[in-house]
């Protein structure tokens, strides 16, 4: 089992930053399973959506269009602990935000960014809302 606790949310005018963290602890045997890591975000009523994502081992990073070159996904492994930097912050990036992680199998990061399994592990979430 692996359990993922983010935090960083919190509000924010247009055009600022906020910096999510997720921090990742589990069995040895599980965390060395974790292939993937992501940030994902949900509006109410919205299917969620990824934003970026990462292949641990090699530190691919992959966006969604509506966040490349504002936002940056990062690892911190001495920590496990994963990051996103969110700049140049719109309304439209209101939402609560997740940190994702799975093992092994997508192919690439983008594929985990589009097509998460059943299989993946879930944080609770972290609200982060962007005002105009």
């Known amino acids: 089992e692996v359990q993922l606790v983010e935090s960083g949310g919190g509000s924010v005018q247009a055009g600022g930053s906020l910096r999510l963290s997720c921090v990742v602890s589990g069995e040895i045997g599980d965390l060395d399973n974790i292939f993937y890591m992501g940030w994902f975000r949900q509006t109410p009523g919205e299917d969620r959506e990824g934003v970026a994502s990462i292949e641990t081992a090699y530190a691919k990073t992959s966006y969604s269009f509506a966040v490349e070159d504002r936002f940056t996904i990062s690892q911190d492994k001495d920590k496990d602990t994963l990051h996103l930097q969110m700049n140049s912050l719109k309304p439209e990036d209101t939402a609560t935000y997740y940190c994702?992680?799975?093992?092994?199998?997508?192919?690439?990061?983008?594929?985990?960014?589009?097509?998460?399994?059943?299989?993946?592990?879930w944080g609770q979430g972290t609200q982060v809302t962007v005002s105009s």
């Open positions: 994702a992680a799975d093992g092994p199998g997508y192919g690439g990061s983008w594929y985990f960014l589009r097509y998460p399994k059943s299989t993946t592990y």
